[in-house]
């Protein structure tokens, strides 16, 4: 744009000095400066498109209550695949803009639903009261948010963008647990899930036995692949490394990927790595779910 700027200047500048005139050019230099205009915008729409994708705060039913949540749609009309991602048990989650724009740019509809009494989500005293119990309401606690992932998920396969046979769910710590139950519901409800992504799920809470065996019995229960990720800093490698085992026993498609250190601590090698660690997974996170999917 500035080029532009600098070429109008130049050739009001000869036209000041010119005593004569010409309308003929001048119309052309006008022409000229439109035609570069047209040019400038039509890139900059293509790269708002390619590194912008359009994000979009919905509300969806669940039980009695009104959720939000936030959509990243890429271009095309459709029908697309798309991925359900489960934030973590932080009580105030954003809409995940590095996720968003890096699943939205490889083709997904990406889906960041807010579950009760957390972020835009109104809350609700029971589930209030079961995270003051800690440890002790974790596995009711985790009951009831699966059914705001499964509402989210109706949801998002109504959309008439979306390929209701083309959907993966995904999540980080909490929510790789939702994302392990959901294995679980998927098979026990048809709910025509492909895929599923574990990012850490548990590894700020495998010391809770029921936990523990909670996430177990759903991955017995497994129908579509998983894919376990940790980083080699994070909080506990067990979960992991456990419900691999298990699925490894059972001869049920899987893969587990723990990668090196990211960052300098365990919150880094965590939370981070889920969130901002895309240039290191993502590779093997789309060839997996490409595959999966049917991309």
């Known amino acids: 744009m500035d080029s532009v700027g600098l070429n109008k200047h130049e050739k009001s500048s000869g036209a000041a000095v010119s005593q004569h005139s010409n309308p003929t050019l001048e119309v052309s230099s006008a022409r000229r400066l439109w035609a570069g205009l ?3 915008l039509v890139l900059l729409l293509k790269v708002t498109n390619l590194f912008g994708a359009q994000r979009e705060e919905v509300t969806f ?8 949540g936030f959509l990243y749609r890429p271009e095309g009309s459709g029908p697309l695949p798309a991925v359900l991602y489960n934030h973590g048990s932080e009580r105030q ?11 939205s740019s490889r083709g997904y509809v990406f889906f960041v639903p807010h579950r009760r009494s957390h972020g835009r989500s109104p809350n609700d005293p029971f589930v209030d009261s079961l995270y003051d119990r800690g440890a002790g309401g974790i596995v009711a606690l985790h009951e009831i948010h699966l059914d705001d992932q499964l509402a989210a998920l109706s949801y998002l396969k109504q959309l008439s963008y979306v390929d209701p046979n083309r959907v993966a769910v995904a999540g980080c710590s909490y929510g790789g647990i939702q994302t392990v139950l959901a294995v679980e519901a998927n098979a026990e409800q048809r709910l025509g899930l492909r895929a599923a992504i574990d990012f850490a799920g548990g590894a700020m809470s495998w010391r809770s036995a029921s936990l523990r065996e909670r996430m177990v ?3 017995r229960k ?28 059972l001869g049920k498609p899987h893969k587990l990927l723990i990668f090196p250190p990211y960052g300098d601590t365990r919150e880094a090698g965590h939370g981070e790595f ?14 997996f779910l490409d595959a999966a999917i049917g991309k």
């Open 61 to 68: 039913p669940s039980g009695k209550l009104m959720l939000r």
């Open 222 to 249: 497994a129908s579509i692949p998983i894919l376990s990720i940790q980083a080699q800093n994070d909080y506990d490698l067990a979960p992991s490394r456990t419900l691999a085992g298990e699925l490894e026993r």
């Open 274 to 287: 889920c969130t901002r660690g895309g240039n290191v997974w993502g590779a093997e996170v789309f060839s």
């Open 38 to 40: 047209v040019v400038l």
């Open 217 to 219: 019995r759903a991955v």
């Open 93 to 103: 989650p954003d809409w995940k803009p590095e996720l968003g724009q890096l699943f």
